[in-house]
Nanobody, 124 residues
């Protein structure tokens, strides 16, 4: 069992930055991919970024490329999402999640454990 807790959300103006954190406890976190997803009101949950368990590879949705950076610190059981040049369309609840051990996937249905989410609001 893995527990995930997100933090770092908030309200910013367009062009601003936020750094989201995902704290993990329990289970085999160091052998798990961690993904960030987001869900805006009335929309389906969508993939944002992921980082593999070694931190050697990361993948981004087209909407995040060039603006967001995902990193992890396995010694601290932490994953971060640095978000720059935020736009109103980035407004959503952001979730971190993990799929089964040593699995890489972008579909939310492949993810096993989820945090409670953190709200990001970007105003124009």
């Amino acid at each position: 069992q893995v527990q995930l807790v997100e933090s770092g959300g908030g309200s910013v103006q367009a062009g601003g930055s936020l750094r989201l954190s995902c704290a993990a406890s329990g289970g085999t976190f160091s052998r798990r991919t961690v993904g960030w997803f987001r869900q805006a009101p009335g929309k389906e949950r969508e993939f944002v970024a992921l980082i593999t368990w070694t931190g050697g590879s990361s993948y981004y949705a087209d909407s995040a490329k060039g603006r967001f950076t995902i990193t992890r610190d396995n010694a601290k059981n932490m994953v971060y999402l640095q978000m720059n040049s935020l736009q109103p369309e980035d407004t959503a609840v952001y979730y971190c999640a993990t799929p089964p051990v040593e699995t890489v996937a972008t579909g939310p249905g492949s993810y096993e454990y989820w945090g409670q989410g953190t709200q990001v609001t970007v105003s124009s």
